[in-house]
């Protein structure tokens, strides 16, 4: 009989307790979890770019050989233009230009090559040779022919409408963007690209840069630049058959 008062008596804990703080302990790891996460992304923030000396001192050495190339050519008597039959030029980037000088960078900015293997066409004047002059050890530019210029524009010609680029497919889209100017259609652009008329710049402006390609698995030297494109600069005629390798 005293055996049996001396054990103690375990309470039960109700269900409907059990389950309250399984609910409590759940809800408050949740938000452990979150506020930790919170956190990170707070201490995070931008991620940090670690760069070597060595991209510095190679920045610096690009910009100051090019201001001192742009200086010697300020000295020199300026190129002639070129004949009158050639009036248009289509240049094309196909060398990274980061670390070059301001000046630079400006020019390559107003010819619209902001991104590598790029290409506008360009109107031949004393202002554009000057302009293509600064730029040339990033650019290879010269005379396209009809063909070339044909192949541009039917495969790679986008506008921009609504902040969106739009392939040139639709003839209906080029008169109502560009109607006023006599362009009703993609062989009025063309011929007036080509021939360079009274109305090229709105017609040049109406196109946007072409985004040409480069075939995955093409030769490249140790600095990682391309055998078949050559070097940058002034191509005559060439100028064609790198469209064609690159359209």
Known sequence: MAESESKKVIKLVPEYLLKKRKTYQAIKATQAKLALLEKRKVSKGKPLKFRRLEDFLKDSHKRHRDETRMRRTDLRPAAPLPPEKNKLAFVVRIREIKGVSPKVMKVIQMMRLRKIFSGTFVKINKTSMAMMKMAEPY?????????????LILKRGQTRINRRRVPLTDNALIEQHM??????????????????GKNFRAAN????????????HAARDKAGLLKDLGNPGFRATDINSIIRLLN
Do not use: M, Q
């Not at 650019?139 to 192949?151: C, D, I, M, T, Y």
């Not at 109607?179 to 360079?196: A, M, N, Q, R």
């Open 205 to 216: 402006n109406f196109l946007l840069p072409f985004k040409l390609s480069v075939a995955r």
């Open 179 to 196: 109607g006023k100017t006599g362009i009703i259609c993609l062989e009025d652009l063309i011929h007036e690209i080509y021939s360079v």
């Open 139 to 151: 650019v290879a530019w010269g005379f396209p022919n009809l063909k070339s210029v044909r192949e």
